[in-house]
């Protein structure tokens, strides 16, 4: 069985595809076979952040004509998979083209871990990923703003029916104490407004090391192994191993998931107050201990709502 993981947040530029893809490398030094699946886009965040081969020269290679065929390459034992189309639009292809490519995508007779990182995509999308997933993480930082976007996208969740693992992880925490004071407010404030338990994974502290491995486009784990963050993440994964993934109602196996994937895509997604928006979402307001009051177009970040709900029912 595949332990299927969302690594998601609220809010953009709070480390999604550093921490995806450093906990997949930790997984494949532990012996495991695992996969990180990425959004398409005209430049994805995996894209932005590693120094990997083109995809479009892999495919001329393999001699893949497949319109919808997997982008598949390879990081120090981890797989990096995306597909030709964007997941908002898999509903609308033709079945069975869809079913070949998500058949293609489990080619190597299943991964022990596969993560989904939303990073670039669609509001729809991301919300399905985490719904269909066994397993979600969500990845705060301690700004107020971040963690107040990962409430409303906890709150969305609910609504939709999500009955997944919650997980909290802690990005460019500055001290331990910060750390377990974020996790004591956010978990009080969800299980007081939510009726749900998180289970914190631990914290990466504030690291250069982080930076300078990005500025060489490699996983700071690899690069820098002897780092604050690079043993954080070691501890992550360690705790993640206590984390239940074998829910009834999530998938067990990857083909199941992406299947159960498109028939979420296709359902519609409830907004508090009971509306549902077709292109742009008005804010959630969470509690007020951690609604920020700071502008939202604030660095160019975007969070959940104002990304918008491109599928409705």
Known sequence: MTRI????????????????INLALELVRRGRLAGVFHDPGKT??????????????????AGDNDEYGIMRRGYQGADILSCKLPMGLWPDVDAEQRSRCMRNIDVREGYDDFLIDTSGMDACSLLACCKASAVVVLIVTPEPRSQAEGFALLRVLQLNGFSGELCLLV??????????????????????????DIVLLGGVPEDHHVT??????????????????????????????????????????????LEALVAVLQAPVCLPGGTVLEDVCAPVTGPDKVQPDIDREQDGDMSLLQSGLGRTG
């Open 5 to 20: 993981m969302t690594i998601t947040s609220g809010l953009a530029q709070v480390g999604k595809t550093h921490l995806a």
């Open 171 to 196: 990005n460019k925490a500055l001290y331990p104490v910060d750390l377990s004071a974020i996790y004591n407010n956010f978990s009080r404030l969800l299980k007081s407004h939510l009726g749900h």
């Open 44 to 61: 994805s965040a995996v894209d932005e952040l590693l120094d990997l081969q083109r995809p479009e020269a892999l495919l001329r290679r």
């Open 212 to 257: 300078l491995a990005e500025r060489n486009r490699q996983a700071f784990s690899s690069l820098f192994p002897d780092s604050d963050a690079a043993g954080s993440v070691i501890v992550v994964a360690d705790r993640l191993g206590d984390v239940a993934a074998d829910f009834v109602a999530a998938p067990q196996t990857l083909p199941a998931f």
